[in-house]
């Protein structure tokens, strides 16, 4: 069964930092390119980040460049998300997400993350 | 940024009936490959979000033929043949064309 879990979402003082994991089963990791997905509560998608299946290239949205790094473990089936200076709107459900045809295919159940005092 | 624009934004829909959603990009989304990278996604509450057509009409492993998706550069649609009462929760249409990548506000479909 293709599978994604995604884990270390938590409560993080605004300006701290956050590294979330996401764990692939059920089929050949390093084939594919990987996207994080986030919903902030009650609202819409934001696509926020992707790495290519050979980690040559990543992908940022504006709102994340420069506070965000995406980066992939191949030996470990797993990519991660190191989330720096974190701001009370980074607030919501990230999700990681299986890329096929420039779209997520895949999606894990996500992760919560809450930027609060 | 490639804006993604959905309309309407709230959908009530009747057991039987079909039902249409529309998503407009801001650019054309016209790859220089050829192809046209347009996702269509559904979301029912408390759930993670379910992809149901890639490349404007290509439907996912699984996903029931009375969902088609069209439309060509700027102009797609979504199309419910017939309507279903699993079918609701939120729609959203996503290009992959361009980088970032974008979703749309999102279509709340309900019964």
């Known amino acids: 069964e293709v599978q994604l879990v995604e884990s270390g979402g938590g409560l993080v003082q605004p300006g701290g930092s956050l590294r979330l994991s996401c764990v692939a089963s059920?089929?050949?990791?390093?084939?594919?390119?990987m996207n994080w997905v986030r919903q902030a509560p009650e609202k819409g998608l934001e696509w926020i980040s992707y790495?290519?299946?050979?980690?040559?290239?990543?992908y940022y949205a504006d709102s994340v460049r420069g506070r965000f790094t995406v980066s992939r473990d191949i030996a470990k089936n797993s990519m991660f998300l190191q989330m720096n200076n974190l701001r009370a709107e980074d607030t919501g459900v990230y999700y990681c997400?299986?890329?096929?045809?420039?779209?997520?295919?895949?999606w894990g159940q996500g992760t919560t993350v809450t930027v609060s005092s | 940024d490639v804006v993604m624009t959905q309309s309407p934004l709230s959908l009530p829909v009747t057991l039987g009936q079909p039902a249409s959603i529309s998503c407009r990009s801001s650019?054309?989304?016209?790859?220089?490959?050829?192809?046209?990278?347009l996702n269509w996604f559904h979301q029912r509450p408390g759930q993670s979000p379910r992809r149901l057509i890639y490349?404007?009409?290509n439907r996912d492993s699984g996903v029931p033929d009375r969902f088609s998706g069209g439309g060509s550069g700027t102009d797609f649609t979504l199309k419910i043949s017939r309507v279903e009462a699993e079918d609701v929760g939120v729609y959203y249409c996503?290009?992959?064309?361009?980088?970032?990548?974008?979703f749309g506000q999102g279509t709340k479909v309900e019964i």
């Open positions: 997400a299986r890329d096929m045809a420039a779209g997520p295919d895949v």
């Open positions: 059920g089929f050949t990791f390093s084939n594919y390119g």
């Open positions: 790495i290519t299946s050979r980690v040559d290239s990543m």
């Open positions: 650019q054309s989304l016209v790859h220089s490959d050829g192809n046209t990278y």
């Open positions: 490349k404007v009409s």
């Open positions: 996503m290009q992959g064309t361009h980088w970032p990548r974008t």
